[in-house]
């Protein structure tokens, strides 16, 4: 007789207090604009940092940086036509990894201008940047780069559901327990060893 299984669904919400730095970058991107994080040697960092990954230094500011960028490197997912990419933005010494749309595997290269295209919906949330796409000359542009940007002095939550579904498997033993139960019967099993009764029926005993 072949084991159960049965469809299950683990639904739970994940919370994230973001603090100042990461905070502001998201409440940044509610509004359609990108910053980063200056370190003490002058470098800025997408997404913005409290500290310098490279010596732990305290980041100096925020500052506003360009919704343009250019290709370093990407994958291609021929499933669903797209690829993700890292992207360094204008005004910036780091890269962001996100989804690039509107070309083929076969027209993007290394230095591809690039510019981002907001969500309608936005919440403040990374996918408020809803993907990049190839950018024309016109629309490589400069302006406001390195405006300092103050850090959020409200608490600003995150807030993810997860969901994970999944089909789960219950064994011979645990099956051959709920069938009893099905039938209005409780199943357990002796240990060979101990020769203790474990209810519900278990593969192996607890005691021993």
Request: net charge negative.
């Amino acid at each position: 007789m072949k084991p159960l299984s049965a469809p299950y669904q683990i639904d739970y919400h994940y919370k994230r207090s973001l603090g100042p730095v990461l905070g502001r970058f998201m409440a940044e991107l509610e509004q359609g604009q990108i910053i980063g994080s200056r370190c003490q040697d002058g470098r800025v960092l997408v997404p913005p940092s409290e500290f310098d990954p490279r010596d732990g230094s305290e980041s100096s500011g925020l500052v506003r940086v360009a919704a343009t960028g250019r290709l370093e490197t990407w994958s291609w997912q021929p499933q669903g036509d797209f690829a993700f990419g890292l992207i360094r933005l204008d005004g910036t010494d780091s890269a962001l990894l996100h989804r690039i749309q509107g070309a083929q595997a076969s027209e993007l290269h290394q230095g591809m201008g690039l510019i981002a295209v907001f969500a309608d919906e936005r919440r403040g949330q990374i996918d408020d940047i809803d993907h990049f796409r190839p950018a024309g000359t016109d629309e490589i542009t400069a302006t406001d780069l390195g405006e300092p940007v103050p850090p959020l002095t409200e608490d600003r939550v995150l807030k993810i559901p997860l969901v994970l579904d999944y089909q789960i498997r219950a064994g011979a033993t645990t099956s051959d327990f709920l069938r009893g139960m099905a039938r209005g019967e409780i199943l357990g099993n002796r240990c060979p060893q101990c020769h203790k009764v474990q209810v519900p029926a278990r593969p192996a005993c607890t005691t021993c």
